[in-house]
């Protein structure tokens, strides 16, 4: 750092506010706690903060708006994890001031939990996949609402999707009451609605997908068992940088999924696991275990010894934390997974190419768009042809090479 820092400045983030206080190096008050508006942040930064100020926020739901607003402003800014914070500095007396004042000290002691900022591509990122999430919580919930209506009534419904326009003359003309009929009617008008919400934001991760900043990644990810586009990008979303864990354990640790540990004296015991760590992260690792137990013969088999010894539901959450340690191995090494098998990765990055017409509006063949991901994972070279969906497909005799946004910019 270019500058020695002068002052250390906190700020306590609230919905209308923030109270702003500062310590120097001896960890004496030089700026005494007092209330800006967020309104009037911008000008009261521009006007007191020193490019030789350090500044620390925790984090909230504006927090990255507040950090890229005074990073220009500061030798520092850092964003504190709340949660660690607490334990930290828990005391029996709380108030704004103090609060913004144990901030400011813990920053000057160097002793803040720091929180990884992410770029904006990752913010854009995580952002749409919990608008999808949000979507799809509402989906569902409407729903469980008509299968209670059935049961209730102990109405066994038709063959095939009972919420799709097709069967709405058999939801007409079920024997309800008029109020049950239009909670029904209004419940049905809200799965209409999202669907095709839903799908429109599932085009645009699918476009995502293959953007120069996400799409080096996916193949790595898709290549899995059980890991699909959604979860893939999902994945990404909450992974932001691998390389900021440096080990398995560390993105275990992120994640939630491992295990609590008491270890004192004589006394060595593990718990649950801790969940804490991001939560899309962790229940995504779970879907994926399930599949990749009920297709996948190694993960099967894994699963089956483990479950026998320390039941079903232990064992699904173990094979999670397997699982997402090879997701750490090949996203760090970009490299094919062991136990990957070529003929299944082309079926799973066919899916990948024909989900929303993606290779077409890449104006590729979908073979091509196979063959090309395949020669960057580094397997499947000998092949020529693969089976999806009961035909096969052949490969193209020449592929282009892969031309990631980088080597445009190289060109250029």
């Known amino acids: 750092m270019s500058q020695t820092i002068q002052r250390f400045v906190a700020l306590d983030v609230h919905k209308n506010y923030v109270v702003v206080g500062a310590v120097n190096t001896r960890q004496e008050v030089v700026l005494h706690p007092r209330r800006v508006s967020l309104v ?176 080096d990644r996916v193949a790595f990810l898709v290549q899995l068992p059980g890991i699909g586009l959604l979860t893939a990008m999902t994945l990404l979303g909450a992974i932001g940088d691998i390389t900021r864990f440096a080990s398995n354990k560390k993105l275990v640790g992120y994640s939630g999924l491992g295990s609590r540990v008491y270890d004192s004296g004589q006394t060595h015991r593990t718990g649950r696991i801790t969940k804490q760590g991001r939560r899309e992260l962790r229940s995504v690792m779970i879907e994926a275990a399930w599949v990749a137990v009920r297709f996948h013969p190694f993960w099967q088999a894994k699963f089956e010894r483990l479950a026998d010894r320390i039941g079903k539901q232990k064992a699904i959450v173990a094979i999670a934390r397997k699982l997402l340690v090879v997701v750490w191995h090949v996203l760090t090494a970009q490299a094919a997974d062991r136990q990957a098998d070529p003929q299944a990765v082309a079926r799973s990055l066919m899916t990948w190419a024909t989900r929303y017409g993606l290779a077409t509006s890449l104006g590729i063949p979908r073979t091509l768009f196979v063959r090309r991901e395949l020669d960057r994972l580094g397997i499947g070279q000998t092949m020529n042809r693969f089976k999806y969906n009961g035909n096969y497909y052949h490969f193209p005799l020449t592929v282009p090479p892969i031309v990631t946004d980088e080597k445009i910019a190289v060109e250029r």
């Open 40 to 215: 009037r942040l911008d000008g009261w930064a521009k006007k007191h903060l020193k490019p030789t100020d350090a500044v620390v926020l925790e984090a909230t739901s504006n927090a990255w708006y507040i950090h890229d607003l005074l990073e220009p402003l500061a030798a520092r800014v850092v964003v504190a994890n709340p949660y660690l914070v607490k334990l930290i500095a828990a005391s029996f007396v709380k108030t704004d001031k103090r609060d913004t004042l144990v901030l400011a000290r813990l920053l000057a002691a160097n002793i803040i939990p720091e929180v990884w900022v992410p770029p904006l591509h990752v913010r854009e990122l995580r952002a749409l996949v919990s608008h999808r999430r949000r979507l799809v919580s509402q989906r569902t919930a409407a729903k469980n609402r008509l299968q209670s209506v059935l049961m209730r009534h102990n109405i066994v419904p038709p063959a095939g999707q009972i919420f799709s326009t097709a069967h709405r003359d058999w939801w007409d003309r079920l024997s309800l009451s008029d109020s049950e009929k239009l909670r029904a009617r209004h419940d049905l008008a809200v799965i209409d609605h999202l669907s095709p919400l839903m799908e429109e934001v599932e085009m645009e991760l699918a476009r995502l997908s293959v953007d120069g900043f996400w799409v």
